[in-house]
């Protein structure tokens, strides 16, 4: 398969896509445009997600910690269990920073099916700070469960940092976390300071994480940082920061800031990016409520070096 055979918008206004390929086939789960609940589709396929019903597995409480702008929730199975995670505030209102006050929590369901199973809260994922939280994903590694995700440093300029922790449960961390990156870079630092939205792939000899740089108009982009694979990730030496994005906004193909990806493989095995683009820049407003960041779909390459080939954001095609 290419990417070519792929509808492109693949999802209509769903932006944070994440895509789970379990069992026998493939979970989706993003953010909707009314940032309100969590719905999960399945499908047999890649091809027929677009047409898989979505079930509704929680809706946001009229008050409390979870009560406000639901983002960029993503799926995974952790010893037989099923958890999501995602962001959540209590308000709309910005701090005295001028940020949102998100923080990061976990759902579980212990249930065979996650779109019909009881889902049941586990509260907030704490972590070392107490400050606008984003972006959760968790991997398997070297035999552990990690925790990955962004969050405002109160000490560093910027609204977030890539951070890396073991867990201790699937909604509670160990130990003291890592950050891996920060905004520093032009490229990172156009209209906010933004390191975000964290994704994992393998390949080869190494690890990769891919993360959303800059404000999430057209400067929305992709960066890149890996690590060999029997290297410590807890030590921040170890791991490798691309100089460049890898993936940006094509004025050519009318594909403007492309990110908060996921990765996924087709049925033949090839790596999928999944992400998020909008084919116009004239955003009346404030870009957050704009809901034409689309689901996109690419397979990527890998180079000589083992590297990814991210290629251009292909055109819209319907």
Not at 30 to 42: G, H, K
Request: proline share 8%.
């Amino acid at each position: 398969m290419n990417q070519e055979q792929w509808p492109n918008p693949f999802i209509e206004q769903r932006a944070d896509p994440f895509i789970l390929q379990h069992g026998d086939g493939y979970y989706f789960i993003a953010s909707v445009p009314e940032y309100d609940r969590l719905e999960i589709r399945y499908a047999p396929t890649l091809n027929e997600l677009p047409n898989a019903q979505p079930s509704v597995v929680w809706r946001k409480p009229e008050s409390g910690p979870m009560s406000k702008l639901i983002w960029a929730p993503e799926l995974h199975h952790i010893n037989g269990k099923w958890y999501i995670y995602f962001a959540a505030t209590h308000t709309q209102e910005l701090d005295k920073l001028n940020m949102f006050q998100h923080r990061m929590f976990a759902l579980e369901c212990a249930d065979a099916d996650p779109l019909t199973g009881k889902w049941g809260e586990k509260g907030q994922v704490k972590t070392q700070f107490d400050s606008f939280c984003l972006d959760a994903t968790t991997f398997n590694h070297q035999g552990k469960q990690w925790y990955l995700w962004a969050q405002k440093d109160p000490d560093i300029a910027g609204n977030s940092n890539i951070y890396l922790a073991e867990l201790e449960t699937p909604w509670a961390i160990k130990g003291t976390p890592v950050m891996l990156s920060k905004p520093e870079l032009d490229w990172e630092c156009r209209g906010f300071l933004v390191n975000e939205g964290p994704a994992v792939v393998v390949h080869g000899d190494k690890l990769f994480v891919s993360y959303s740089a800059s404000a999430t108009d057209e400067n929305y982009c992709i960066g890149l940082l890996w690590i060999n694979l029997n290297a410590d990730p807890t030590d921040p030496a170890n791991w490798h920061k691309s100089s460049q994005p890898v993936f940006t906004t094509s004025y050519e193909n009318k594909q403007f800031g492309p990110g908060h990806n996921s990765f996924t493989k087709n049925k033949d095995g090839k790596d999928v990016l999944v992400y998020h683009a909008r084919n116009y820049t004239e955003i009346e407003g404030d870009p957050l409520y704009d809901p034409n960041r689309h689901t996109r779909m690419k397979t990527i390459e890998w180079d000589e070096n083992g590297m990814p080939v991210f290629g251009i954001p292909p055109a819209d095609n319907r």
